[in-house]
């Protein structure tokens, strides 16, 4: 140490001047002699912990002593023992002990030579507890939500049935899985709850039962009620479901905090050995088919009302209407934001063609026999339960069942009166408008002075005995009566200039025919009778806005008149028949022309690029092909959302790792610096439902930045109706190898299916 050696220095010093002292008297100040304390802290079976409290210090050290052995020196324990922090309070921990044995604990200061006083205690080991091996097979589940359904009677000994599920999967708000773990699923029978709207699973310890006895305080290993799924960190299933082969579940539960404390100790078929622990609580939906009281709904208004037309099958000649009401609120997605109640009505009374849909007047029952015997003043229903923890319960309503519809003027009164399983009923009264929206599909029917808005053309060369034709299925639609004519036209006069142009003059009928061999110049085709609800060739329709829906009418005869109007525009005038009487009308404008199909318009759109949905690199030894689909916030697909993708399929030169920066102009064949036509192109999702526009003109800018990688990447894209597709998407891409299988690819339209 540097004292000892300055010491020895200095004596040596002194000798050469004559200074003789068989001893050192030099004493440091009180203020700074040092000193020490112990005091016993956490003992084990190998080690003894304490806590050293230093003064005056610039060096401590601590040490155990069996008590059987004598005191040692503090030069010593400064040599042999643990250090501990001169400058302030510490922990030291003696190790490598023996169980059961009583030790001396000492410990000493030092400030230059000079030692404290020894401090010491006794402190002795604990008893050597064997350590049990850890199971390979353990899985503790850190439990994150426990959710249930009440069932009511359904074990052979009067007890009910509680599915209850156990997870430590975290979910997003549409309740769909986004990380790793176990769901457990577990059929568990116990004694009856009070009230089934608010169950409640009872105490005591529910056994696996391998017998499946469906008896009190047993949990059905029935591999399809009880079972276990794997998620790997995406939320999707890593395996098939694995069954229980043993364990149990303890449950207790605290009736003023509403609060349960469950343990659980569950051996699976794979071995894996599952413990668990949760406190809280737990919602149990009422799955029973009853209130177990009688409700009354305060305010009730109507949700939607809806008429669907004739009814098909036993329901033939029978108009159907649908009728929800509600006490719940919802928010403008149509989710539920509160507890209550939707009653769904499906009735059946007269059918009805005028626009302005009203119910007929009258008493609607649930009848006996169910749908089996549907008639006039018919009525099905079900109820949905929302509860305050975000369960949805649903549960049918049973005969006897009614409602009173009444009007007053343009006021509708709806008197409900609808009966449980067990007697129990939900009872209310709307007063109100009652407006329908109307879905039903009406004949195309005879149809005059159509006034066409909407004029396009799907275009294809074809061969008919040995002759070339241009092949134009031509779509035109009057948007205020929802009338749309579909011809299909053959023309010859421009199948070897590349350049579609449909000849003027007028076409006549041909047969129709599925493989064109009755094709000829300036002919349209008749259309076919639907096989297998398979429209083709010529046909009018009558489509439905509210629901999507068309009618159809195959095209008989007649002809199509096409003459140059102004502008350069084409005017067709379309005097033909069909088997519901005549099918008449005007389109002037332009044609665009589509290579497959025709689908909705979307509009000019401007796209705010956020997201990176998919980035891929396919290396050929004749190019690279970078692959990427960038989309809005909106996007998702799967949640039944709006909003808008851009799938891009971009070529560059061999070997490269990146994109480089340049433009890719929309081609039609696979080479470096082309967008390739067939594999770019939006999809618009509205409501979940994708609308696929491929591109007829355009270009994709790409700049990348040398120095951070990042990407600019600016589209600018026009589809066959110049409709206009702009966005610009920076950040960083990571192109990572792919298959050609993970590509999208447009949805064809066809015109007259």
Not at 414 to 430: A, R, S, V
Request: net charge negative; glycine share 10%.
């Amino acid at each position: 140490m540097k004292t000892k050696t300055f010491t020895k220095v200095f004596s040596s010093i002194a000798l050469a001047l004559g200074v003789l002292s068989c001893k050192d008297n030099t004493t440091l100040p009180e203020e700074q002699t040092p000193e020490i304390t112990l005091e016993a802290g956490a003992s084990t079976a190998t080690s003894l912990t304490v806590k050293v409290t230093p003064v005056n210090a610039t060096e401590c050290a601590v040490i155990a002593i069996e008590s059987t052995e004598k005191t040692p020196e503090a030069e010593d324990i400064m040599k042999n023992g643990n250090s501990a922090a001169p400058d302030k309070i510490s922990d030291v921990t003696l190790e490598n002990l023996k169980p059961e044995t009583e030790y001396n604990i000492f410990a000493v200061a030092l400030n230059g030579e000079t030692f404290s006083k020894t401090a010491t205690i006794k402190m002795t080991t604990t008893k050597d507890e064997p350590v049990e091996p850890e199971d390979p097979n353990l899985y503790k589940m850190d439990v994150k939500l426990v959710t249930g359904d009440y069932l009511g009677l359904g074990g052979f000994d009067g007890s009910h049935e509680y599915y209850t599920t156990i997870t430590d999967v975290e979910f997003d708000e549409h309740g769909e899985a986004i990380s790793g773990g176990l769901v457990m699923e577990l059929d568990i029978y116990g004694s009856a709850s009070d009230n089934p709207s608010k169950a409640i699973l009872p105490e005591g310890t529910y056994n696996i039962d391998m017998e499946e006895s469906w008896l009190d305080k047993t949990i059905d290993a029935n591999s399809i009620y009880s079972r276990v799924f794997r998620l790997m960190e995406d939320g999707m299933p890593m395996e098939n479901p694995i069954s229980y082969t043993s364990g149990s579940l303890n449950v207790s539960y605290d009736k003023a905090s509403e609060m349960y404390d469950i343990t659980g100790d569950f051996i699976l078929e794979d071995d894996t050995h599952i413990v668990l622990t949760y406190k809280g609580k737990i919602e149990y939906a009422n799955e029973t088919g009853t209130s177990g009281e009688d409700i009354t709904l305060e305010n009730p208004v109507v949700h939607n009302a809806g008429y669907h037309g004739e009814g098909t099958g036993k329901e033939a000649g029978l108009g159907v209407y649908y009728v929800e009401i509600t006490d719940a609120l919802f928010n403008d997605e149509g989710y539920p934001i509160s507890a209550g109640h939707h009653i769904y009505m499906k009735l059946l009374g007269d059918i009805d063609y005028d626009t302005d849909i009203t119910i007929p007047e009258g008493r609607y029952e649930i009848l006996p026999g169910g749908s089996d015997n549907p008639q006039k003043f018919y009525m099905s229903s079900n109820v949905t339960r929302y509860e305050e923890s975000g369960n949805e319960v649903d549960w049918l309503f049973q005969t006897g069942s009614y409602i009173d519809v009444s009007y007053s003027g343009k006021t509708c009164t709806i008197d409900g009166h609808m009966y449980n399983d067990d007697g129990t009923q939900i009872l209310f009264t709307y007063v109100g408008e009652l407006k329908f929206e109307n879905f039903a599909v009406f004949p195309v029917g005879d149809v005059t002075g159509a006034k066409f808005s909407r004029g396009e053309a799907v275009h294809q060369s074809i061969t008919s005995n040995g002759t070339t034709f241009d092949k134009y299925n031509m779509t035109f639609e009057d948007k205020s009566t929802g009338v749309i004519a579909n011809i299909i036209l053959y023309n010859n006069a421009n199948n070897n200039a590349g350049i579609h142009e449909i000849s003027t003059g007028t076409y006549t009928a041909t047969p129709y025919d599925t493989e064109d061999k009755t094709a000829k110049d300036m002919t349209f085709q008749l259309g076919n009778d639907p096989m297998l609800n398979w429209y083709y060739g010529s046909y009018g329709f009558r489509l439905n806005y509210n629901s999507g829906f068309k009618s159809y009418a195959k095209v008989t005869g007649g002809t199509v008149e096409v003459s140059n109007a102004a502008d350069g525009k084409l005017k067709f005038d379309l005097k033909l028949t069909t088997i519901d009487g005549k099918l008449e009308g005007i389109y002037e404008g332009e044609i665009p022309f589509y290579a497959q199909g025709t689908p909705d318009p979307i509009g000019n759109i401007d796209i705010s690029i956020n997201n990176i949905v998919r980035q891929n690199r396919f290396d050929k030894i004749e190019y690279t092909n970078f692959y990427i689909e960038l989309s809005d916030d909106t996007y998702k697909e799967s949640k039944g959302k709006n909003g808008h993708m851009v799938v891009m399929d971009l070529y560059a030169e061999a070997g490269l790792d990146e994109m480089q920066s340049g433009v890719f102009n929309l081609n039609s064949t696979a080479t470096a610096g082309s967008c390739l036509k067939s594999g770019t192109f939006i999809r618009v999702l509205k409501s979940g439902n994708p609308t696929d526009v491929v591109f007829e003109s355009g270009d994709i800018s790409v700049k990348r930045n040398e120095v951070d990688g990042n990407y600019e990447i600016e589209i600018n894209m026009t589809t066959a109706r110049n409709e206009t597709v702009h966005g610009v998407f920076n950040g960083k891409i990571s192109f990572s190898k792919g298959t050609m299988s993970l590509k999208a690819t447009p949805i064809l339209y066809r015109d007259a299916e």
